[in-house]
């Protein structure tokens, strides 16, 4: 069963970085495109930006644009997110989403459990 | 951006009885050239993340009861639980892949009445 644990969520300030990692298991990562895709706990679902499976080309949503930087370590089975400069409005539970093909087709055919982010003072 | 603006927002129905929920995009997601509509819908449980339930507007994904469809081309989207059962009462996103950025729905909320 295909299995994704991010980590690395927490509290920080704003103006603050944090690091964000999903770590993936019973699967090879290198096969697939990942996102990252967050919610506002009780909120709806924003995508925030995506990668495909060799980490050649990456996409993101425009308010996180300059700020936000996706990644990935293949032989670490390993996504990442790297976020710079957060605002209150990056607060979220974020999810690593795995894509069904090795370019970003899109959608999600399975998601992790998230790890929150809170950005205030 | 495409929007996607789903109705209702919440939908009450009785066990047994068909629920529908709408989706329609602000620009056709369809890909004329392969004839396909880019869209899924999603089901969350509370406290769970989304799970997959159809893509390519009309495809089962493995494993999910076939009470769920999918139809709809263009613009205009439906998924439909044909006798809901009490375990679907969850809050139901769709979203397009047509182009980025990807864009969800507000989400739709089923219980039972």
């Known amino acids: 069963e295909v299995q994704l644990l991010e980590s690395g969520g927490g509290l920080v300030q704003p103006g603050g970085s944090l690091r964000l990692s999903c770590a993936a298991s019973e699967f090879s990562l290198s096969y697939y495109a990942m996102s990252w895709v967050r919610q506002v706990p009780g909120k709806g679902l924003q995508w925030v930006s995506g990668i495909d499976s060799r980490g050649g080309t990456s996409f993101y949503e425009d308010s996180v644009k300059g700020r936000f930087t996706i990644s990935r370590d293949n032989s670490k089975n390993t996504l990442y997110l790297q976020m710079n400069s957060l605002r209150a409005e990056d607060t979220a539970l974020y999810y690593c989403?795995?894509?069904?093909?090795?370019?970003?087709?899109?959608?999600?055919?399975?998601w992790g459990q998230g790890t929150l982010v809170t950005v205030s003072s | 951006d495409i929007v996607m603006t789903q109705s209702p927002d919440s939908l009450a129905v009785a066990l047994g009885e068909r629920a529908t929920i709408n989706c329609k995009s602000s620009?056709?997601?369809?890909?004329?050239?392969?004839?396909?509509?880019?869209l899924v819908w999603y089901q969350q449980k509370p406290g769970q993340p989304p799970k997959l339930l159809i893509y390519w507007a009309s495809i089962r994904a493995s494993g999910v009861p076939d009470r769920f469809s999918g139809s709809g081309s263009g613009t205009d989207f439906t998924l439909t639980i044909s006798s809901l059962q009490a375990e679907d009462v969850a809050v139901y996103y769709c979203q397009h892949y047509y182009s980025n950025p990807i864009t969800f729905g507000q989400g739709t909320r089923l219980e039972i009445k």
């Open positions: 620009q056709s997601i369809l890909r004329s050239s392969a004839n396909k509509n880019h």
């Open positions: 989403v795995k894509d069904p093909t090795r370019t970003t087709t899109g959608y999600f055919d399975d």
